[in-house]
């Protein structure tokens, strides 16, 4: 089966979310993915694994700006990984918002940036990557990241990087309810 057959298959009313992921993989270049991965991101219904993050972390992924989601435990899962928004937005969390590190990469120029805290997504899928390796953090490790990166996790010895790679734009943020740990997400009829 074809993309165009993929794609008429989800009906005419998801036509445009379906656009809209077509050009953001087209816009993502080489490192992106291809026409082929997003329409079988689309048909893997109930199979996509999905985690749930606090504001402004899942936004620092959806943006591009955080490479790596730090844990306490360690996962063997790789592959499609549906980034979900707590509808929890702790007020530590916002404060953090306005530090410069944070605020340029979140609400700096360029695509997918947002004016404000206020308008972070929250209780919703705000982007779907690709988990591609969890890394034991190692004071080398640590020490190879940028500085960006550093602000983003909590890289302490014993913890663990888990990479995210080929961050998909969404069209419109899917609103769901989150869990702890990893959890299955089944992505909602005409998606």
């Avoid at 080929?166 to 989150?178: C, E, H, R, S, T």
């Amino acid at each position: 089966m074809n993309v165009g057959q993929r794609y008429h298959r989800l009906g005419q009313e998801s036509a445009a979310f379906v656009d809209a992921l077509i050009c953001a993989a087209a816009r993502r270049g080489a490192g992106g993915w291809s026409l082929t991965c997003v329409a079988a991101v689309l048909e893997r219904r109930g199979e996509m694994k999905a985690l749930t993050l606090w504001q402004p972390w899942a936004s620092l992924v959806a943006t591009g700006d955080k490479g790596f989601e730090t844990r306490s435990w360690q996962t063997k899962y790789r592959g499609k990984l549906a980034i979900h928004a707590s509808v929890n937005f702790p007020k530590w969390a916002k404060e953090l918002c306005g530090e410069q590190v944070f605020a340029e990469a979140l609400f700096g120029p360029g695509i997918n940036k947002y004016h404000s805290s206020l308008h972070l997504p929250l209780g919703a899928i705000v982007t779907i990557c690709n988990l591609v390796d969890c890394i034991p953090i190692t004071e080398q490790f640590a020490a190879s990241l940028t500085e960006q990166e550093r602000a983003f996790g909590d890289y302490r010895l014993g913890r663990f990087a888990w990479e995210l790679k080929d961050v998909i734009i969404l069209p419109a943020f899917i609103p769901a309810k989150g869990r702890q740990g990893l959890w299955n997400w089944e992505p909602p009829e005409g998606v």
